[in-house]
């Protein structure tokens, strides 16, 4: 019976359907179907007879279709990417209101064998209150990523500058929170008086300090990032959808040391901050300078590394590409050319729809760069080398090539000599 309810409600999809399942699935077909065509290209196979005898046209031909196909999968992939970040901020909204669940268990656990506390119930009540203020927050910012919303970048990437302060932050709201409302519900008293007493500055100092130079360096590496991108000294690219991996990660997947060492030492810092508050409720977490020191170094590794990131793409030469047993010759209208260089394809810009986009500027003729298949990949374009044609309508002399990235950076110049 259960199998036959299953079966129902798959029939009840339609082509037009835009729910998680439906979506993921159409991204999953898309990619499967991307991949058959580039190794069957790649094989020499689906040519048709009309295109198959000029290896240039089968060649343009090839690149025509698979660009059709790689922007179907892009297309698919956005589609994916939508519906998988907002089951993603549903279950960050779970996640908070599960472990204000956990800590009414290890509050109640505890208590078993010293008692109910005050301390215990201005606990629970900020994490409710906490685990509250989240929720309507996620939903106001539903359509955009729900919880994770201030997190994520304008790259649509987990931001790594954005997630470590966010985190001193909570841990902040919710270390104020457990003496304001023990202070509620207290009476004039040497109670009250140390409560007040763990709010003092000389307490509190590092952990303000961190908490500030965090947040200090997610505002000072957007301006470097929003700065060196419109001085086209930086090449950036929008993701899918976010992904936990990139905290972690650069642009392009690699693992990056400075974003692993920021993440790694606030984590650590931020543990002992928990620590010293579930010790000592009825104050904020009293930080060692030591530890806020650390922070500051981790912190000044980072932006240090945001802002030697990042390279213009550079033409070192332009040479005829020459097949075997064919002659030493110049360059003429219709022969292949290879551009020489680095930077063309920057990070994140390895999916086939970001290699379809790269432009050559002959002249005045803008060439789109072929996508050149071989099994499990292309072999045209790459970062350091392009191969284009010479397009009939340059005209002999003298003419300047300039690379244009899918990030829409324009390279340097180079000039080359065309003959008749």
């Known amino acids: 019976m259960f199998v036959a309810v299953q079966e129902m409600s798959r029939g009840t999809h339609t082509a037009a359907c835009a729910c998680d399942d439906c979506a993921r699935e159409g991204h999953r077909r898309a990619v499967a179907a991307f991949l058959e065509k580039r190794d069957e290209f790649a094989a020499g196979q689906g040519l048709p007879a009309a295109v198959a005898r000029s290896a240039g046209a089968s060649r343009q031909w090839v690149s025509d279709e698979l660009t059709l196909s ?54 629970l009540l900020a994490a409710l209150v906490l685990a509250a203020l989240l929720t309507v927050a996620a939903r106001a910012q539903t359509v955009r990523g729900g919880l994770l919303a201030p997190l994520v970048g304008e790259d649509n990437r987990l931001s790594t500058s954005k997630t470590v302060p966010s985190a001193w932050l909570v841990l902040t ?36 300090a961190v908490l500030s130079l965090t947040s200090v360096v997610a505002v000072v590496v957007r301006r470097v990032v929003c700065v060196r991108i419109m001085g086209q000294r930086l090449q950036k690219l929008p993701a899918d959808r976010p992904a936990g991996a990139d905290l972690l990660t650069d642009d392009a997947g690699r693992g990056s040391f400075p974003d692993t060492q920021y993440v790694l030492v606030s984590t650590v810092v931020l543990a002992f901050a928990a620590v010293s508050l579930a010790r000592f409720p009825d104050r904020l977490p009293q930080l060692p300078w030591a530890l806020a020191l650390l922070v500051a170094l981790s912190a000044a590794v980072y932006l240090a590394a945001k802002y030697a990131e990042g390279s213009r ?45 790269l432009v050559v500027r002959v002249g005045a003729v803008h060439v789109h760069v072929p996508l050149v298949p071989v099994a499990g990949g292309f072999t045209n374009p790459s970062d350091a080398v392009l191969t284009v044609p010479v397009p009939a309508e340059v005209e002999p002399g003298r003419i300047e090539i300039q690379v244009v990235t899918a990030a829409g950076v324009e390279s340097n110049r180079c000039s080359i000599d065309v003959a008749e």
Do not use: C, K, N
């Open 173 to 208: 709201a919710f270390a104020t929170l457990l003496p304001a409302l023990r202070l509620a519900a207290s009476s004039p008293g040497p109670e009250r008086q140390a409560l007040y007493a763990g709010l003092a500055l000389d307490r509190a100092l590092p952990l303000l």
């Open 313 to 357: 793409p550079l033409v070192l030469s332009v040479v005829r590409r020459r097949e075997p047993g064919d002659l030493d010759a110049a360059i003429r209208p219709g022969d292949d050319i290879e551009i020489r260089g680095v930077g063309f394809v920057p990070p994140g810009a390895q999916t086939p729809e970001m290699l379809a986009r």
């Open 70 to 123: 790689a922007r179907t999968v892009a297309d698919r992939g956005r589609e994916a990417g939508h519906s998988w970040l907002y089951l993603l901020s549903r279950r960050a909204v779970l996640a908070v209101w599960i472990a204000a669940g956990v800590l009414l268990l290890v509050q109640v656990g505890t208590a078993l064998g010293t008692g109910w506390s005050t301390a215990r119930t201005a606990g």
